[in-house]
């Protein structure tokens, strides 16, 4: 009992640790121009953040902007203010939002008026929505653009050719219109001393999310997971404070695993632990509490995630490398989830459901994001014939809250949730049978 | 005695039409070694495929002719028609005779249907088709030569026999001819839009889909012939160029549609494949290296394609308009699907800053309902007439 104090502490720290470090990203942008910072516009999956840093930039994330505004409830508006433009009820909601953001005088999340970025960035990693969100920014911004086109697994595989074309573009392409929009030379010493901070964190990370292989996890990977990636999929991978975020919260996780301590909920410690999920796609995020609530008052724990690999995929054994920068830089972007093929995605999930001993799939299949939809039905009966287990699969959107419909997605979890049980309950009789 | 155009129509109209590809069965059939490739849109170097003694088969979906019964239980209701329909073509055994297919890069949905296919078809060779977006010849070139002869040697595996750098030659100098006769009916249809319906240009150019690129070019040669011979009476009708089209079709009814409203099609982007590369591809010299030439500097542009520089997007469909001297353009863009509606909103930026009209609606491949359509192109052709300047 002495030592719970101590962990609510450590806790505590990791956590105020990340508002920290976002609040200040969001503060340098607002004051980006007054201090003379340069800013650049780029995406989550195959980010270049390392680089970035090198050349001293401040990085804007459009998705993260959508994130943020879909958890105060703001997209609404700004979807349908993009829709009004032209922009089809059709498409990625997180364009939407970003645009009509724009639209109505580019106020960020935090209530300040984001800068207009300097340098376009696109990594065009797993999602072609990027390519036209970023030509989309590019009418709206008028200003120097960057595309780094990284090609699909499509056979499964990383091949020679792949990492050579990506390096070959960082080097001639996106590296000298960074040194020219920021007028900073490029060092690459620089730029191995933050990839060797990320190795550092993602080490951290690794161990964090493998924690769930634990029963009872004391994390919950989902909906817990997203803070966990949050710095290193942002704008903070290769920085110390990102080093520092990741050691605090490993020590806190390591306590709750010592003390057998499930994950923390909005409504504090989880009591027990029901049901252990694998969750496949992005959560939504403008009912994301309620969301949450409908798995953890039913006990049910997300040990594993597909959607926290989407910026980054480290639990397979990759780690930025210092030695082998660029070539570094390039089969991480090789590598995010959603660049793989459906085989592998299957693949990794049927890993996960055995390593961290789940006991169903849930696939929560989002309305704006073909990258990870389309196919998902097939993952869906791939996954139960190889590992016998029950999947569900819930429909809603990113940041669209006219696509999240609570009752409907609460029915389905209770009777997924019974399904699991039944599944359990025959399990037994069929043991005690034999 | 010539081939009348009702004839080559017809003949086009029974290749569109069936969808047991019939014509490809037997034309593998009658020759041992033969190999079927099928190929989805926007884009594939159609002349390796021919190099290693295959058929290149445009699989453009299901129409509005095949019920989706298997295939829907593969998709959200907010993914787009052509992949299920796809899938329902392979599930019913219409291409089990198709030894390879190609997923080009062209959107997510198409790009996950080449692992889906993985799985459910494991038999079949398949293979995402990569294209660069970078278009130097040192970065995107080296990297596309590179995609080229890894599909070439997966077509050598499946025809049993080495793709020669002659072979591909004669292939590109059999591809440059048609693709130069597909240009010659584009521009027909666009000096004489009353002369070559764009219904029979349609199912022209889908049968090129279908059919050996040598037959297809007699098609062509024909059609010319005949159009030109023919005495069809001239309407008042609007000329419009078509976009947002080229991957999941429109239904044919939709295309005669247009045109029973008052609008001649003088443009469109149905089947980009058929007239991909602006003009012919170099035949001497390193062929590999000629077509990734055409690719990176002599081809189409469309939404599926990266354009490097702000200023000249969405100048293609202005330059189409100026070429065809279109009064306006329709959006035709099928449900949810992600280049084109994405796209849209820019290429219409640039329409009004250069005082061109449009409008835009979108369909599915199996849509059935054509008066709203009527209707809208209808007030369009009309509103050219009335309010635009002469």
Known sequence: MTNIPAAQTIKDSSMLKQKEMITGNYSKLETAAADGRKVVATFVPGNLNELIMCFDMLNNLPEINAIQNGMRKKTGGYIMEAEKRGHSEDVCTYVKADLGMIAKGNIGPDGQKLPDPDLLLLSYTGCFTFMKWFELLREQYKCETAMLHVPYQGDGQVTQNMVSYVVKQIREEVIPKLERVSGVKFDIDRLRENLARSARAEEDLVWVLESAKAKPSPIDAYFGGVYYIGPIFTAFRGTEDAVEYYRLLRAEIGERLARGQGPVTPAGDMPSERYRLVVEGPPNWTSFRDFWKMFYEEGAVVVASTYSKVGGLYDLGFRHDPDRPLESLAEYCLGCYTNRNLPARIDLIEKYMDEYQADGLLINSIKSCNSFSAGQLLVLREIERRTGKPGAFIESDLVDPRYFSPANIKNRLESYFQMVDQRRAGGKSAARAA | ?390
């Open chain 2, 1 to 390: 005695m010539s081939t009348t155009t009702t004839e080559i129509i017809a003949r086009c109209q029974a290749l569109f039409d069936d969808l047991n590809f019939t014509y490809a069965r037997e034309w593998k059939a009658a020759a041992p070694g033969r190999i079927v490739v099928g190929y989805m849109p926007f884009y594939v170097p159609r002349e390796l495929i021919h190099a290693a003694g295959g058929l290149p088969l445009g699989v453009l979906g299901g129409g509005e002719q095949l019920e989706v019964i298997q295939g829907d239980a593969y998709y959200q209701s907010y993914i787009c028609r052509i992949p299920r329909s796809t899938i329902e073509l392979g599930v019913t055994n219409r291409l089990d005779f198709v030894d390879a297919m190609l997923f080009p890069s062209i959107c997510d949905v198409i790009r996950n249907l080449s692992g889906m296919w993985k799985i459910m078809f494991p038999k079949v060779r398949s293979r995402y088709f990569d294209v660069p977006q970078n278009y130097r010849d040192d970065v995107g070139g080296e990297f596309y030569i590179h995609e080229l002869n890894e599909l070439r040697d997966m077509l050598a595996e499946a025809s049993g026999r080495p793709v020669s750098d002659d072979a591909i030659r004669v292939s590109i100098a059999l591809y440059n001819e048609n693709r130069a006769l597909v240009r010659e009916v584009y521009a027909f249809r666009a000096r004489q839009p009353w002369q070559a319906p764009s219904a029979e240009v349609y199912l022209l150019m889908r049968a090129g889909m279908i059919v050996a690129v040598e037959e297809h070019s007699r098609m062509l040669r024909e059609y010319l012939a005949a159009a030109v011979a023919e005495n069809r009476p001239r309407r008042d009708n609007s000329r419009v160029v078509v976009t947002g089209a080229f991957c999941e079709q429109p239904p044919l009814n939709l295309i005669k549609s247009i045109e029973l409203s008052g609008c001649y099609i003088v443009d469109d982007d149905f089947m980009l494949v058929n007239r991909w590369e602006r003009s012919d591809v170099a035949e001497e010299g390193d062929p590999i290296a000629n077509l990734a030439d055409a690719y990176l500097h002599n081809s189409n542009d469309t939404s599926a394609k990266y354009e490097p520089d702000q200023a000249k997007k969405g100048l293609y469909l202005v330059e189409a308009v100026k070429r065809t001297r279109a009064e306006g353009v329709i959006f035709a863009s099928p449900s949810f699907c992600d280049p084109a509606l994405l796209e849209r909103p820019m290429l219409q930026h640039v329409l009004a800053a250069h005082d061109i009209p449009y409008i835009a609606f979108k369909y599915a491949e199996n849509s059935g309902q054509m008066q709203p359509i009527r209707e809208q192109a209808g007030t369009f052709a009309d509103s050219i007439k009335l309010w635009s300047n002469p």
